[in-house]
């Protein structure tokens, strides 16, 4: 009867500790088509079809504390069939220090894989993604 009790006990703590780590919070990095005013993402994904001539799609960062800082960088590597990185560009983004989430459209002229960094002004990690766009 003992054991019993201790594994049901284990079982249950197994459980809450499961549910709960669902709703742990830890800053990410969200590509999608748009963002509500509350900061929720519409139609995320990690691939985007694009034109030839262009297409944007938006950056979206969730942080579990305030920012601290007036500025972000977006930095973009594009990845080739080996896994390499190269530079593609850095974009910048004015915030406010007592933002918890914020977004920043962003335009992609080519197709390919593409790893984002974002860092605060003081050049410290935030999150990171990958996305893909392809041309339609």
Known sequence: ????????FVFLILVLFTGLSRYSYSQSLQFCEDVTSS?????????FNISDKGGYLKFLVNLPYRIGTRSVSYEIYKVDADGYESYDNTIYQDVEPSWAWFWKEVT???????????????????????VRIQFY
């Open 39 to 47: 900061g929720n993402p519409v139609s995320p994904s990690s691939v």
């Open 1 to 8: 009867m003992k054991k019993l009790s201790i594994t049901a």
């Open 108 to 130: 992609f002229y080519s197709a390919g894989r593409f790893n984002v960094y974002v860092y605060d002004a003081d050049k410290n990690f935030l999150a990171s993604e990958t």
